[in-house]
């Protein structure tokens, strides 16, 4: 060893660093003093990785119930959002149709609603009620889909009776967004009536329909498009 | 308050390569270092689940190790005591194997380093292999930091001279 100066010396003494516990030594005497690392009960091994699987897990679980939650549950704003994405990727045409669906949903939610409920599931009702006739005045009936058109009178139909289904309950729900729908579907269908060729007897009901239009009699017009269908 | 077990596992991996080097250094064996340094960790363990408010672990676990290597050094006192019947005969003039070994600058520095009295293999290790600061070290000692560094000095002066005579 050449001659040592301090700085050296304590260079030397730096390489001590070198000794070191073996690696397995180390853990195997952790686990001998402190016992097994807790691990989570059903994920025995749990690492940071699975956390991303845990977290869909949950949002899975999560939207698992939210699909049976009502308004006024705290998980109905993920039903709520999940309906809202869906909606994206709604054509304008069949926008009135995909809220029909959901005002359908709203009344069917009103027959098993507990008292607290209640009220939060007409407010979504209207809600919907009111977009449908919103989008329905925003479609062209003359150039619309026939499907669509059929899509249209089902739900209203659908509609129709799941209003007497609750009417039976005791629950009626009235207010201006259902006469507004009323009116924007009736109108709807009067102009897909007159851009058809008619039969004698549906041009007596277009006849009707509109006599009943003119008058503000909605709800009686939409009446008679639905039995004389 | 914290997990004491997670505290713990956390001192045991900040100090647990510094406590066995320390220990290491002191009985020269990898096994007899292991088996002070786990005994360490335990009686520190033991201690922590009693009381978790302990101001310096480093001072807390050196001290521990060095009560362990002293009493280890009185125990093997004790018990080498063997008759001279099967003492090994030495050569005082080593042989060309341990020449070889001595020869090795990392071998020089140990084996001077562990014949140094005790307070001057705890202060180079601790200030120059475990980075602890001066003040720590003269609270550990018990010294005033000016003192320590003055002890300091002399430790490395003394680890020099005993490398020359290696030579």
Known sequence: ?229 | MANPRKKFSKIYDTHIEKIYRFIYLKVNSEEIAQDLCSETFLKGWESFKNNQNIENPSAFLYRIARNLVTDYYRQKGRTQIVSTEFTPITDPNPSLEERMTLNSDLEQIKTALVDLKEDYQNVIIWHYLDDLPIPEIAKMLNKSEENTRVFLHRALKALKNKLNNLV
Not at chain 1, 19 to 41: A, H, M, N, S, Y
Not at chain 1, 158 to 186: C, D, H, Q, T, W
Not at chain 1, 187 to 193: A, C, F, S, T
Not at chain 1, 220 to 226: G, R
């Open chain 1, 1 to 229: 060893m050449v001659e040592l100066t301090e700085k050296n010396l304590i260079g030397k003494i730096k390489e001590l660093r070198q000794i070191k516990p073996r690696k397995d030594w180390v853990c195997l005497t952790k686990t001998q003093i402190l016992g097994e690392e807790p691990t989570f009960f059903l994920f025995p091994y749990f690492k940071p990785a699975s956390v991303g699987l845990i977290a869909i897990f949950i949002l899975f679980g999560l939207f698992g119930f939210a699909k049976n939650s009502l308004p006024g549950d705290p998980l109905y704003t993920i039903r709520k959002i999940v309906h809202e994405s869906r909606a994206v990727f709604v054509s304008p045409e069949e926008k009135p149709v995909f809220q029909l669906k959901l005002a359908n949903d709203r009344l069917k939610d009103l027959t098993k609603a507990p008292a607290k409920n209640l009220a939060p599931t007409i407010n979504e009702f209207q809600a919907s009620i009111s977009e449908a006739a919103k989008d329905l005045t925003k479609v062209d009936a003359t150039t619309s889909n026939p499907i669509v058109t059929q899509k249209i009178v089902d739900e209203t139909k659908k509609l129709k009776e799941n209003e007497e289904k609750m009417r039976s309950l005791g629950v009626v729900i009235e207010g201006e967004e259902i006469e507004n729908f009323n009116k924007a579907v009736v109108e709807y269908l009067i102009k897909d009536l007159e851009g058809m060729s008619l039969t004698e007897e549906k041009e007596i009901v277009l006849k009707e329909m509109k006599k009943l239009f003119e008058e503000g009699k909605y709800s009686e017009a939409l009446e008679l498009y639905l039995i004389n269908q």
